[in-house]
């Protein structure tokens, strides 16, 4: 069964920057995806980054809000996953959590979808001031 643990998370002041850590354990088929997600206080999860296999080879999507200042990376054994923060906004201060699905299908007809994800972390709290 695949577990994921968050970590990196802090406090940072606007237009700095944070790496957010997942590790996982168990299996996770090259089929599946891995994602970050975030939380804001009251709100519905919103996506921020995914990894997914189409056509043979792994892609990314990245929400609007952050393709320009966010990276998403994994390592070859599906081990652990980044999130690269650049450029912070105080609007980026969330919980931010890690998923993983095992649904081929989903994961490459929508990857940002939280439906998607069956598995998530306890997340970490990142705080932007202004």
């Known amino acids: 069964q695949v577990q994921l643990a968050e970590s990196g998370g802090g406090s940072v002041g606007s237009g700095g920057s944070l790496n957010l850590s997942c590790s996982v354990s168990g299996y996770i088929s090259n089929h599946g995806c891995l994602a970050w997600f975030r939380q804001f206080p009251g709100k519905e999860r919103e996506a921020v980054a995914a990894?997914?296999?189409?056509?043979?080879?792994?892609?990314?999507s990245y929400a609007p809000a952050v393709e320009d200042r966010f990276t998403i990376d994994r390592d070859n054994a599906w081990r652990t996953i980044s999130l690269q923060m650049n450029s912070l906004k105080p609007e980026d201060t969330a919980m931010y959590l890690c998923?993983?699905?095992?649904?081929?299908?989903?994961?490459?007809?929508?990857?940002?979808?939280?439906?998607?994800?069956?598995?998530w972390g306890q997340g970490t709290q990142v705080t932007v001031s202004s």
């Open positions: 998923a993983s699905s095992e649904s081929s299908v989903d994961c490459r007809d929508s990857p940002l979808r939280p439906n998607t994800y069956h598995v």
């Open positions: 990894i997914y296999n189409r056509e043979g080879a792994f892609s990314y």
